[in-house]
Every structure is written in C-alpha cells, then in structure tokens.
C-alpha cells in the first residue's frame, strides 16, 4: 500500500501545483494590471513598476490561501477521473484498495495541504501583506481605513477613552491621534489631539505636538476647560500596535493571535466584535476545507469515463470550488448582518460542502 499511496500523492500533488501556479499567474497579470495605474504616482512619482512587481509578488500568499481549497479540489478531480479513464483505479481496487482504505489515504494527503494553508495563512500570507502595504505607503502614502481613521475603546481603573487613530505611516508610527476621556460617570474630562505618536515599549504611546483640553466640572456646574499645548506626552494604555493594525486593516490578513488578542480587548471593553469572531473562526475552519474537497474529489474515481470526458468533470470541479468560495464570503456577510454565532457563520460552508462529500461518498462509492 506504501506504492499505490506514493503513486497517488505524487500525481495529486504534481498535478495541484500545476492547477495553483496556473490561477495564481492569472491572478498576478490582474493584480498587476490594476496596480499599473499607481505607476509614477505618490511623492515626486516615485512608486515604479518594480515597486508594483513587488507589490502584487507580495500578494501572492495571500492569493495562495484563499486558492488552495479549490485547487486541491481540481487537481484531486483530475487526478481521480485520469485514474478512472485509464482503468488504474480498478486495478488498484482489486488489488486492495478499497473504498475505506482511499478515503483514509486522500484524508492524510488533505490533513498535509490543510497544514499547508494554516501556515501560509496565519504566518506567510500576513507578513507579506504588512510588508506590501508598508512598501506601498513608503510612495503613495499612509495606511487608512474610510474617512475617519480607526476607532477604539479603552477601560482603565476610573476613566474610558475613546481613541481615534487616522493613518499608520510606514516606519510603524500613528498619525491624526485623537483621545477622548471619560469619567465613570459617562461626562467629559479631556479631549487630547496628536499630531504623530509612537507605540512604547513601556505600556505607554508617546505623543508629540499635542493640543489637550481639560474639563473640570462637577454635577449641576458649568464645565471649565482649560487647554494646554506640549511639545510631548506621554499616555498609559494597553492598545498595542498589533490591536491598531487589526482595527485599520482586514481581519483576514492577520494572524490568529493577534485576531484573538484584539478579540479579548473588544469584549473587556464592552465592544461589538462579532466582524473579528468571525474572522478568527473563519481563519480556524478554513484549511480544513482542504479535507472536504479530496474527500468531495473521491467518487470521481468511481464513474465511468469516456475519451475526452474528463472536462466536463474538470469544469464541475471549478464551479464547485468557486461556489464554496463564494458561499464562504456569503455566509461571513450574512453572520455579520444577522448577529450569527461566529463559529457557525464560520464552519457552515464547511459543513454543507461536508455533508454533500459524504453523500455523495455513501452514494457512489459504498453502494456500489
């Protein structure tokens, strides 16, 4: 079994890496296509076409992530109707290979490409992007979210603030910080704007250029402000930089420690984190859509091909690998909308894919 098992992944391998390089050099042309319209443009013109060759490059990971469900679903279909087209299937089964025995050996081979996509996904693809992105910025400018910035709430022992955060410059410092205090009793007791501001090593931002107006007032007083000017100020908070990256970027590209950290500050703080529940979730389940697709790929092995057949089976394979992407993208929509629990929004492409490989398993497959 060690043979049939080495011939088996070598094809389905070889033959997804043909099928991934293929939609990812389709992918790259338009990347690139879209990004030729930045060329020339930014601070004095100078983001060039190796800045945008490097740009999309560094999108690779990413496209690779979202992809590799769908090609290991095509090229595990190819694999399975070349075998049943050639008969080697049904050489293969006499001699042992039963229905059982190839499910658990396609299993194993998508155990190794679900580990593959967890990889690129929570540690390849996110530090590209970040790089990209800074790259990009370093010539067109800094990294922003909407009109406004990002928004974030913060609870300390007496006072909450609100925090505002207008873009993120390249070498990783804030511009556009605006600070809003507090008390416990929900009044007003200062409104601290920035100019630029670092992230310190100390559990505190530095700020620099700031412009703070106190309030001091009690209950059935007017309020009396008073404003002061500093050159520097240094504020205490425990808002880090990867919690502001998360806040200005998609939750998507992030690694799932930092999707869980944010995750915990949003609800310590009595904050609506349902769009990053469901994104972690979705980061958990999603390799492991790799397993559904070989075991939906399966039954191919089992039907009965004429010359020139295996198109039409190729094409189903395609239109079914784009269906789970968009019914992912779909429910994560939906779960966000309607208030679903997160990790079902997150695991019901999964499961429906599931439920139909299995069906589709007991149908052809066991019956026979």
Not at 8 to 26: K, Q
Not at 95 to 103: D, E, I
Not at 118 to 133: C, M, V
Not at 321 to 337: A, E, Q, T, V
Request: proline fraction near 4%; aromatic fraction near 14%.
């Amino acid at each position: 079994m060690k043979t049939v098992r080495r011939l088996i992944y070598g094809d389905v391998i070889s033959t997804v890496g043909f099928v991934t390089l293929a939609f990812l050099s389709l992918f790259f042309f338009f990347d690139l296509v879209d990004e030729l319209r930045w060329v020339n443009q930014g601070n004095s013109g100078g983001y060039k076409l190796r800045h945008a060759l490097t740009f999309v490059s560094l999108l690779a990971p990413s496209r690779l992530y979202e992809l590799l469900p769908i090609t290991v679903l095509i090229g595990t279909i190819v694999v399975m109707a070349r075998l049943a087209q050639n008969s080697e299937f049904t050489i293969l089964r006499t001699s042992g290979l039963g229905p059982w025995r190839a499910l658990r050996t396609l299993l194993g081979l998508g155990l190794m490409f679900a580990l593959m996509t967890f990889a690129i996904g929570d540690y390849i693809a996110p530090a590209a992007d970040q790089y990209g992105r800074l790259l990009r910025s370093r010539f067109l400018g800094e990294i922003t979210v909407g009109q406004t910035g990002a928004w974030l709430k913060e609870k300390q022992a007496y006072n909450s603030y609100a925090v505002n955060v207008g873009t993120l410059q390249p070498d990783g410092g804030m511009r556009q910080i605006r600070i809003i205090e507090f008390d416990n009793q929900g009044r007003l007791v200062s409104n601290t704007r920035a100019e630029t501001g670092r992230f310190g090593l100390d559990d505190a931002w530095a700020l620099e250029k700031v412009d703070r107006t106190e309030f001091n007032g009690t209950e059935g007083k007017e309020a009396v402000s008073a404003r002061v000017n500093r050159p520097t100020y240094r504020w205490p908070t425990s808002l880090t930089a990867e919690m502001v990256s998360v806040a200005l970027l998609n939750p998507e590209r992030m690694p799932i420690v930092d999707l869980f950290q944010y995750m915990r500050h949003l609800d310590s703080n009595g904050q609506a984190s349902q769009r990053y529940e469901i994104g972690f979730w979705r980061k958990v389940f999603y390799p492991l859509s790799c397993l559904v697709m070989v075991v939906l790929a399966l039954p191919f092995a089992y039907l009965h091909f004429r010359a020139g057949g295996i198109s039409t089976y190729v094409f189903i394979g395609v239109m079914t690998g784009i269906s789970f992407f968009l019914l992912n993208n779909l429910f994560g929509h939906f779960g966000n909308l309607r208030n679903w629990e997160p990790w079902l929004a997150a695991a019901a492409p999964g499961m429906i894919y599931s439920m139909l490989s299995l069906s589709a398993f007991g149908w052809l497959v066991l019956r026979r």
